[in-house]
């Protein structure tokens, strides 16, 4: 049986993703028909291209020197996909973006900047596939993700990793709250008043475990691992919150505590996955979400 091109796509993708699982979620196809098309390659060429690992799999030195000519596969595949389509896509031109790109990123800032880039993306070039997976930083380790976001200085080790920009934490508190409590005058007071953050024994990164800098000795009051619970409970009055301010800001129903006092500022690193392995959209996806990042500085480094 001759080789089918296609084998040469879901290698790439392997390479992208570290295993045969997410690659599989990438192509809508399952583990078992990932490994069956990658034994039949494999019987081809009369080498394996593939080492499996309990930590996922790499590339053998053969299946490295393959990745040009799967990029090119993937290509042709893309455009006579593009081409075929453009007729029933109006908005189709030559310079339409298509294909898959994956960013990874954490859930606030996915759902706040990168959701809104992406969905503009997508609607300019309807033949784009946009994901977005959450993660909290940067993994020194392929996530099968184009773009990487995450909280921190870059990984060592992540060549082409940089940071993307700074952002400020502050707190916030609704009308209720204050009006019941009282709003804190200095940086002493808020140790009377319940905080809402991170559940601390849960905090995977570093640059969060911040509380010192508040005011706050105790832990918080109602603690949560996602930002959009915090969020919430900050909104019907459970205490004060500590939250990025880019999510925090464009609440009307929020105040905010100790502006010019409290001030916490972190960062967002990223990166872009290596160009063999990057999927063709990728840059240019990745470019617009740097401009959109400089267009929301208001939010993410808000002044008094």
């Keep these: 049986m001759p080789m089918k091109t296609d084998d040469l796509i879901i290698l790439l993708e392997i390479a992208r993703c570290g295993s045969f699982l997410k690659a599989g979620a990438v192509l809508g196809l399952d583990n078992s028909t990932v490994s069956r098309r990658i034994a039949a390659l494999e019987r081809d060429l009369k080498a394996p291209v593939v080492d499996r690992g309990a930590q996922g799999c790499t590339l053998t030195p053969l299946g490295e020197r393959l990745l040009k000519s799967c990029e090119q596969v993937e290509a042709a595949v893309d455009e006579v996909r593009r081409l075929s389509g453009q007729s029933a896509v109006s908005r189709a031109t030559s310079g339409e973006l298509s294909g898959l790109v994956r960013v990874a990123t954490t859930e606030a800032f996915g759902t706040y900047i990168i959701a809104e880039v992406l969905a503009r993306l997508h609607h300019d070039n309807p033949a784009l596939q946009v994901e977005i997976v959450t993660q909290t930083r940067l993994s020194p380790y392929s996530v099968g993700a184009d773009i990487e ?42 140790a009377d008043h319940s905080l809402i953050y991170y559940v601390e024994g849960l905090l995977r990164v570093a ?12 832990p918080p009051s109602f603690a949560s691992t996602s930002p959009h ?3 919430h409970a900050t909104r019907h009055g459970a205490g004060i919150g500590l939250l990025p301010s880019f999510i925090a800001e464009p609440d009307a129903s929020l105040r905010r505590v100790l502006f010019d006092e409290v001030s916490v ?11 063999r392995l990057r999927r063709p959209a990728a840059t240019q996806v990745a470019a617009a979400i740097v401009e959109e990042v400089k267009s929301r500085q208001h939010l993410l480094l808000p002044t008094s």
């Design 149 to 190: 976001i995450g909280v921190g200085e870059p990984v060592r080790g992540r060549p082409g990793a940089f940071t993307l920009t700074d952002y400020r934490l502050g707190l916030y508190a609704s009308e209720r709250y204050l009006e019941e409590r009282g709003t804190p005058a200095s940086a002493a007071d808020v």
């Design 229 to 231: 619970a915090q969020l």
């Design 207 to 218: 640059d969060l475990d911040v509380l010192g800098q508040t005011g706050f000795a105790h």
């Design 265 to 275: 500022i972190a960062q967002f690193s990223a990166f872009l996955a290596p160009g």
